[in-house]
T-cell receptor
Framework: KAGVTQTPRYLIKTRGQQVTLSCSPI?????VSWYQQTPGQGLQFLFE???????NKGNFPGRFSGRQFSNSRSEMNVSTLELGDSALYLC??????????????FGPGTRLTVL | DQQVKQNSPSLSVQEGRISILNCDYT??????FLWYKKYPAEGPTFLIS?????DKNEDGRFTVFLNKSAKHLSLHIVPSQPGDSAVYFC???????????FGTGTRLKVLA
């Protein structure tokens, strides 16, 4: 079974631009979560989607948004990029954390650099 | 507000000895805890988990202990191997919130 895939793996943007990152979950997984990882901050939860609905979100500004498609694939968008948005963005999928305890499976991440 | 804390940013252990990684949490509503391992340029990999109804869970060389009264969990790796060198994250969740809170990680170095 293929793992979680994220595209692109690396991205360089300049301040003020916007970016869209993509995540394909493990086949059969319907829950997709996004995290931002920066040095010293660990993984910060961005949002979680299930069946195209956002069920929870973290404490990030509205410039960060996401969506999920009917095939469970997900995208996140960051508008008006700032230098501080430079980070590793990780996507994780799971069967459905609401039905029982489920571990999340992570993709390799997208390394975003904002210049 | 950091609800999950890993106060040791790094730890070095000799090969064959025990590695103990610690994690503290503040939210008494957390009822599910996980440990992940992360190598550079890869996403975190799930290691082991424990629900709040247990105080211990074992999987091979990995054992997680949960002390609810102290709001503390620990991961024991016995015996430690050089391939265990990685960053370890603990995470916690409240069932039904669809959200996992991660600590800042502890970098483990196992010396050959």
């Amino acid at each position: 079974k293929a793992g979680v895939t994220q595209t692109p793996r690396y991205l360089i943007k300049t301040r003020g631009q916007q970016v869209t990152l993509s995540c394909s979950p493990i086949s059969g997984h319907r829950s997709v979560s996004w995290y931002q990882q920066t040095p010293g901050q660990g993984l910060q939860f961005l949002f979680e989607y299930f069946s195209e609905t956002q069920r929870n979100k973290g404490n990030f500004p509205g410039r960060f948004s996401g969506r999920q498609f009917s095939n469970s694939r997900s995208e996140m968008n960051v508008s008006t990029l700032e230098l501080g948005d430079s980070a590793l963005y990780l996507c994780a999928s799971s069967l459905d954390p609401s039905s029982s305890y489920n571990e999340q499976f992570f993709g390799p991440g997208t390394r975003l650099t904002v210049l | 507000d950091q609800q999950v804390k890993q106060n040791s940013p790094s730890l070095s252990v000799q090969e064959g000895r025990i590695s103990i990684l610690n994690c503290d949490y503040t939210n008494s509503m957390f009822d599910y805890f996980l440990w992940y391992k992360k190598y550079p340029a890869e996403g975190p990999t799930f290691l082991i988990s424990i629900s709040s109804i247990k105080d211990k869970n074992e999987d091979g060389r990995f054992t997680v202990f949960l002390n609810k009264s102290a709001k503390h969990l620990s991961l024991h790796i016995v015996p430690s191997q050089p391939g265990d060198s990685a960053v370890y994250f603990c995470a916690a969740s409240v069932r039904g919130t669809y959200k996992y809170i991660f600590g800042t990680g502890t970098r483990l170095k196992v010396l050959a």
